[in-house]
Structures are given as C-alpha cells and as structure tokens.
C-alpha cells in the first residue's frame, strides 16, 4: 500500500515467511524465559493490518506460545486484519482463538482514491468480513479512515463516512495522511501536487469530526470516535482513558512488549524497539540474543512531561504544572490563549473546546525535544 508508513516487506517466498514466523516464536520464548512468570498479560495485539498473510495454523501456533510461556490472565485478544485475505476460516479461527475485536484499514471507500493509494478493496469485501465475523460471534469493530489522501475531497470524504456510519464499526479512527516519501520510498508514488493542502486538511478532520458525532458517536481526544458503549468511550467517561505511541486506548497497563522486527516496546523508564532488517532480527534470535537496536531512556523530567501530555491530551486539563516546565512552555501557549484555544488556569493547561483540534500542537508546548514546526515530524493537521 503507496500510502503505508508502517515497516514492510514482501514475503514471495515460502522459506522466508516460515524463518520469520520461527523468530518470531523464538523472539518470543526468550522474553519470557528472561520475565520467568513475573508480570500478567492482559492485553494481546496483533497489528500491522497482515497477520493474516500467514496460514490460520501458524496464528494459532504463535498465539499457543505467548499462552505457553507467559502467564496470560485472560486477556483481550484484538487483531488487525486485511480484508483482501480474508474468508470464513480465518473467521472460525479468530473465534476460536479467543479474538473478540478486529480492526480494518479501510482508508477510503472511494474507488478512485483506493486506487491512487494502491489499496482496492470494495465496500462489499469490507462488509463480507464483517458478516463472516459476527457469524462467528465477533462483533467488536475498528475501522482506520484517512484525510488529505491524494484526489480526496469532501464530498469524497463524506462518502466514506457515510457507508462507514452505516457499517456501524464500534470505533473509528479517522487520521491526517502523513506524506513523508523521503523516509517511505513506496509514497514516491504519490504525486505531492494531488494531495489536498492544510486549509483542506483541517476542513476534512472537522467535518469529520461533525459527521461522525451527529451519527452518535463519541469524539475520543482529536482522532478517534467511539460508540457510546464501548469501552473507550466509558474510559473517556470516567477519566481513566490513555494515550500511547499506538493512538488513545482504555489499556490500563504501564509496560508493552512488542514483538517482531521494528517492534516497539514501552517501559516506565524506557522505549525500545526492535531490529527492522529482517536478516539481522533472524541472526540475533538464531543466537539466543536480544533483538533491540535502539532505545530511549527517559529521565524524571521526561516523565513529568509525559504524564503531563497524556492527561492534557485524554481530559482537556493538564493539571499542576511545573513551574519551570510552564515557564518554558508559556510563550508558544500564549498564541493558543490569545485565539481562546487554550488557557492557563491555576497552573493547569486547558484546552477550550474551540481548541480540541489543535489538541497535538497545544500538548508538543510540553515536549521538551520537540520544536513546533520542526519538520522530522508529521504534520499535527
């Protein structure tokens, strides 16, 4: 897919797939022989929108060893699935696994854009899927949209969101796309000149956003929506919503292990991630060594800021901040309060509701790395 930032790789080769799925495995097995039973799984992810690629057999292997090897205390199983390689097996298969909520990358409904983004899936391919899970008894769903594709408008917009209401998914996530060809060579096949601009952007996420919470839904934070019984409205509710490096969520759990090549992983203290050549991430694992290729350290100041940007970015209020740290941040959220987007109240920084889709821009005044308007970031509309 042109549009994908996600770390890829063609798979032609059956051997390939295979050594990587026992890396995998092994990647897997040596984690938890280091944790040795410490800790409980509450929450398994399969990402990527491809675990499918592989034969239903290989998932429920890989699922046998995280439930073999670590103590798993009956833990929400979600997978993300591409609907091109989907039929009723893979349907029985997630059902008997465990699975009860599937997410979709539908991008777009429009044939032209799925064209322009090299993703052609019809409605029809998405609402098989569908009919096969909830045959099988799951009927939690996820879809992934986008704005600011190439050729998009909108109406083309609207469209999407129209079938998409009517599809009635429990969440949706709508995202900006983000055109970054130097780091994703695949995007080169975009054509800047067809993208809409910012002035359209920003025109698409608040329509958007008027569209979807008129059908009912519950605006989560700036990106994500949720019907009013699911769990990540009901966490929006009662305060306990999160935000992690994989968008908004209702997983209470300090640490994330990922596994696989280019995997992230999450600790209190630190952010690791895993080796993205797939040769390299294979040889580690043939000889028992870890995978990391690099990782960040986050001191106690950074964990201020952190604890700071979530809250502000899950409730609207920051609460108490730091005087030093609001001293540096005051300038740039100055502008947001001279606009009524933002304001400072007894050391807390809140957002106004006028000011709810600047939300990423009004928390980045608190990332002591991160310049506004630096360009080694995607765009925040």
């Given at each position: ?194 993208l809409p601009d910012s002035e359209q952007r920003f025109a698409m996420a608040a329509c958007g956003n008027r569209h979807l919470t008129r059908a009912g839904y519950k605006a989560i934070g700036f990106d994500h929506f949720a019907r009013p019984d699911d769990s990540l409205s ?148």
């Amino acid at each position: 897919c042109w549009y994908c930032g996600c770390n890829t790789g063609a798979a032609g080769k059956t051997h390939r797939l295979t050594s990587y799925l026992a890396a995998l495995e092994a990647e897997i097995a040596l984690i938890a022989g280091k944790l040795d039973g410490r800790g409980r799984v509450k929450n398994i992810a399969f990402g990527g929108g491809s675990p499918n690629a592989i034969a239903p057999v290989e998932f429920v292997r890989i699922l046998d060893r995280i439930f073999t090897t670590f103590s798993c205390d009956q833990p929400t199983i979600s997978v993300e699935i591409d609907p091109r390689n989907f039929n009723l097996e893979w349907a029985a298969t997630l059902a008997h696994c465990g699975v009860s909520r599937v997410s979709f990358g539908v991008q777009s409904f429009s044939d032209h854009i799925q064209r322009a983004i090299g993703r052609i899936q019809p409605v029809e391919m998405i609402e098989d899927c569908m009919a096969q899970l909830r045959h099988v008894g799951i009927d939690a769903f996820n879809f992934d949209l986008m704005y600011g594709l190439p050729g998009q408008s909108i109406s083309d917009l609207q469209a999407t969101l129209d079938i998409a209401i009517k599809l009635a998914p429990n969440r949706i996530a709508l995202f900006g796309y983000a055109h970054m060809p130097n780091l994703f060579p695949r995007q080169r096949r975009i054509h800047d000149g067809d993208l809409p601009d910012s002035e359209q952007r920003f025109a698409m996420a608040a329509c958007g956003n008027r569209h979807l919470t008129r059908a009912g839904y519950k605006a989560i934070g700036f990106d994500h929506f949720a019907r009013p019984d699911d769990s990540l409205s009901v966490a929006a509710a009662q305060g306990t919503l999160h935000r992690n490096f994989q968008g908004y969520t209702d997983d209470t759990c300090p640490i994330m292990i990922g596994f696989g090549a280019s995997a992230i992983s999450g600790f209190p203290d630190f952010y690791f991630q895993n080796e993205k050549h797939v040769g390299t991430y294979r040889a580690l694992l043939r000889e028992q060594n870890f995978t990391v290729s690099r990782g960040v350290h986050r001191t106690a100041n950074d964990r201020v800021r952190g604890a700071l940007i979530e809250k502000l970015l899950c409730t609207g209020n920051s609460g108490p901040v730091p005087g030093d740290i609001l001293e540096i941040a005051r300038p740039a959220l100055d502008r947001f309060a001279l606009n009524k987007l933002a304001r400072i109240e007894s050391g807390s920084i809140v957002i106004e509701p006028a000011g709810l889709p600047y939300s990423r821009a009004i928390a980045s005044t608190l990332d002591g790395y991160r310049a506004i308007g630096g360009k080694q970031f995607s765009l925040a509309i």
